[in-house]
């Protein structure tokens, strides 16, 4: 039986070596899965770059209207165009994301607590798989609170929506959450990020963080890193190279886009960092040229 005890730190990452069993498929992991899941993947990295540009716009399922969401239908058609990949909520995407669109859809499909409490990790899967293929979803996302009070409901929640998703061939999108109380070191996102690859997440969300490299190397599948709280779009664009850099798959960014003084603008540079290669200081230079 497994414990902790005598476990010892893991130090060889070979961050240097590209993953190993990806044969002539452009998603990382997924080169066994079959002709509809790799459809869907598709959709959400570009087969081009075998990056994704994530537009989130989810906040409201707990927050309400926030700042710079106050009208998802007036947002949303300007940003679109420039997004890989669109992550709502159900009632946010049929109000609001006009079907011509034609846009790959993470579907937010977990939910429980509201900014009224103070313990956010009681989340379940609330959204039926039924629904999920009636959205034509690319994926399902299941936050997950690894290491707090939720641990077990939202691991639960999120082995559930792995196996409903593989009956119909639908990834599962596993987010990893960070509360007040919670860590943000490498070595909880290297223990985070494993554990929802290993339950058999297709993708996770994750946080940025030190030594990042060792994080992208020892997860077996595409990691898409969160924008997190508003930054100066100059230290918003440096986020999203150092993670590219790292070995990130692509960035799923919500307030840093729509918070921004000029939101089309600021995706545009996104997209030239996570697609085209620019450094942040070029992605920035870009930025200014658009604003200016």
């Known amino acids: 039986m497994a414990d902790t005890q005598g476990n ?13 069993n990806n044969g ?16 869907r993947l598709s959709r959400i ?5 075998g990056k994704t540009v994530m537009l989130a716009f989810d906040h409201g399922y707990f927050m309400g209207p926030t700042s710079g969401l ?6 949303i058609p300007r940003l ?10 159900r009632g946010a995407i049929r109000s609001s994301v006009p079907p011509t669109f034609n846009k790959a859809i993470a579907l937010r499909a977990s939910s429980g607590s509201s900014v009224l409490q103070d313990d ?28 707090s009070d939720g641990q077990k409901e ?19 999108l596993g987010v990893v959450a960070v509360g007040k109380q919670m860590e943000r070191t490498t070595s909880f996102f290297l223990l985070a990020t494993r554990m929802l690859a290993e339950f058999g997440a297709q993708i996770v969300k994750t946080y940025y963080c030190e030594e990042f490299e060792k994080v992208a190397s020892a997860c077996p ?11 100066p779009e100059k230290d918003a664009l440096t986020l999203a190279y150092n993670s590219i850099q790292g070995g990130a798959a692509g960035v799923d960014m919500g307030r840093n886009i729509f918070q921004s003084e000029y939101p089309e603008e600021m995706i545009q540079a996104v997209g030239k960092v996570v697609h085209e290669r620019f450094t942040d200081k070029e992605a920035f230079e870009f930025y200014q040229h658009l604003t200016n």
């Open 24 to 39: 002539n498929y452009h998603v990382k992991g997924a080169n066994h899965y079959d002709w509809g899941m790799k459809d």
């Open 221 to 231: 599948v595409p990691l898409v890193v969160a924008g997190g709280k508003k930054l």
């Open 45 to 49: 990295f570009n087969p081009d770059t």
């Open 120 to 147: 956010l990790s009681h989340e379940s899967m609330v959204v039926d798989i039924e629904d999920a293929i009636k959205l034509n979803a690319s994926a399902i996302a299941i936050q997950t609170f690894i290491g």
């Open 154 to 172: 939202t691991i639960e929640e999120l082995n559930r929506a792995v196996n409903l998703g593989s009956r119909y061939s639908i990834p599962t």
């Open 80 to 89: 679109a165009n420039y997004a890989d990949c669109l992550m709502g909520t």
């Open 8 to 20: 010892k730190n893991a130090k060889d990452f070979s961050e240097s070596v590209p993953f190993a």
């Open 70 to 75: 106050e009208r998802l239908d007036l947002l």
